[in-house]
């Protein structure tokens, strides 16, 4: 891309949108600053130009996204066909295993949820398309990670901030690359309790009809219920068959 070809104030404006998330829904001015790393008053014309269109508030102190950001990230959900074609099969796996069923695309060092079906709720965040959880410490983003090069893999571990978010999770670098091995040799990732106690999961590929990896697909079941060890006896071949039915229709 040619350097006239980029928009710096728009790049600023998307980054300043991005600084919000689960934990950070209200944000003054030098909140955003310290997130984003831009200079305060670049932070300010960005937030007082999203409420003069209407997606975000301002109350004073505190910025607050609207509704009507979702209209960015509903643009991509329905003008791409993949989760519109993964759902009903999400739909029916999540019905035959009696367990939360969902569907994800890697965008950077996080994998963002494009479909789920879910039976219970058995994290404490609830997740819904558009939600966003670290790759390295989920069973889907593990799927994902351990599909691409491994040069490519390994400089997003790079850029992670790879931390513990239970007792479990794995955060060496090198012990996660083996794991990456580990995974693309058996062709499915299963995550006991790393990404949040209580909560094991199993991930295959999605594979398109060109036998690319396009989205990751998986099973989320309690703990309690479920040991680390039968996840791939019992919801396993479930998944793969949904992969091969999938795999015809993506593109």
Same mark, same amino acid.
């Given at each position: 891309m040619r350097e006239t070809d980029y928009v710096s104030g728009f790049a600023r404006g998307l980054k300043v949108i991005e600084a919000f998330g689960e934990t950070t829904r209200r944000l003054s001015i030098a909140d955003v600053a310290r997130a984003t790393g831009l200079d305060r008053a670049t932070c300010r014309r960005s937030l007082l130009t999203l409420v003069e269109l209407g997606y975000a508030t301002y109350?004073?102190?505190?910025?607050?996204?609207?509704?009507?950001?979702?209209?960015?990230?509903?643009?991509?959900?329905?003008?791409?066909?993949l989760p519109h074609t993964v759902q009903p099969f999400l739909d029916k796996l999540s019905e035959d295993v009696q367990q939360s069923a969902s569907a994800s695309v890697?965008?950077?060092?996080?994998?963002?949820?494009? #479909?789920? !079906? =879910?039976?219970?709720?058995?994290?404490?965040?609830?997740?819904?398309?558009?939600?966003? &959880?670290?790759a390295y410490c989920a069973s889907m983003g593990r799927v994902l990670l351990a599909a691409l090069p491994l040069d490519e893999a390994k400089a997003l571990?790079?850029?992670?901030?790879?931390?513990?978010?239970?007792?479990?999770?794995?955060?060496?670098?090198?012990?996660?690359?083996?794991?990456?091995?580990?995974?693309r040799e058996q062709g499915y990732a299963v995550i006991d309790q790393e990404l949040e106690l209580g909560?094991?999961?199993?991930?295959?590929?999605?594979?398109?009809?060109?036998?690319?990896?396009?989205?990751?697909?998986?099973?989320? #079941?309690? !703990? =309690?219920?479920?040991?680390?060890?039968?996840?791939?006896?019992?919801?396993?071949?479930? &998944?793969?068959?949904?992969?091969?039915?999938?795999?015809?229709?993506?593109?």
């Amino acid at each position: 891309m040619r350097e006239t070809d980029y928009v710096s104030g728009f790049a600023r404006g998307l980054k300043v949108i991005e600084a919000f998330g689960e934990t950070t829904r209200r944000l003054s001015i030098a909140d955003v600053a310290r997130a984003t790393g831009l200079d305060r008053a670049t932070c300010r014309r960005s937030l007082l130009t999203l409420v003069e269109l209407g997606y975000a508030t301002y109350d004073g102190k505190f910025f607050a996204l609207t509704p009507k950001v979702l209209r960015l990230g509903h643009a991509y959900l329905s003008t791409t066909p993949l989760p519109h074609t993964v759902q009903p099969f999400l739909d029916k796996l999540s019905e035959d295993v009696q367990q939360s069923a969902s569907a994800s695309v890697l965008d950077g060092t996080e994998i963002v949820y494009i #479909a789920r !079906a =879910a039976q219970k709720r058995v994290m404490s965040i609830n997740l819904s398309p558009g939600s966003r &959880l670290p790759a390295y410490c989920a069973s889907m983003g593990r799927v994902l990670l351990a599909a691409l090069p491994l040069d490519e893999a390994k400089a997003l571990l790079d850029q992670t901030n790879i931390k513990a978010l239970t007792p479990h999770t794995i955060t060496d670098k090198q012990a996660l690359m083996d794991e990456l091995a580990r995974v693309r040799e058996q062709g499915y990732a299963v995550i006991d309790q790393e990404l949040e106690l209580g909560l094991r999961s199993i991930a295959v590929p999605l594979e398109n009809d060109r036998g690319k990896v396009v989205a990751a697909l998986n099973v989320g #079941a309690p !703990a =309690a219920r479920v040991s680390a060890g039968d996840l791939a006896e019992q919801y396993l071949p479930a &998944l793969q068959a949904i992969a091969q039915k999938l795999k015809p229709l993506l593109h």
